[in-house]
């Protein structure tokens, strides 16, 4: 009968080392669609927010949240920064969109290589 592995054996075997690439990459792509979901909803409050807004007067008094605190701003300035949020939101879901892609090419790449890794250590 065949002797175990040794520790030297397992950390020679490409599959081993592909094996953890696809972990982390796996990792990677959760914490991708984590941060996109969140990026999105908060593109979906600010638009909900900016389609509230312009039905109210140029001249109402308006607040916006500093921390625990509200500070007095002019419409307009809460319409400006509500606006360049969205845009920066917008912007990083799409480079995280673009992440995306790129790690789900090299976690197909990586099972695609595993897989082959596989078939040939068991001769198929």
Do not use: W
């Amino acid at each position: 009968s065949a002797a175990p592995p040794s520790r030297e054996d397992l950390d020679d075997d490409p599959r081993i080392e592909l094996q953890r690439k696809k972990v982390i990459l796996s990792r990677q792509l959760i914490n991708i669609k984590g941060q996109l979901q969140m990026k999105d909803r908060a593109a979906q409050s600010t638009k909900l927010t900016m389609a509230e807004i312009k039905t109210i007067p140029e001249t109402t008094k308006s607040y916006r949240t500093v921390g625990r605190m509200f500070l007095a701003q002019p419409l307009p300035e809460v319409k400006k920064s509500l606006k360049e949020f969205l845009d920066q939101t917008e912007n990083d879901i799409k480079q995280l969109q673009s992440k995306e892609k790129y790690i789900e090419k090299q976690a197909k790449a990586v099972h695609e290589e595993l897989e082959q890794a596989v078939a040939e250590s068991t001769g198929g």
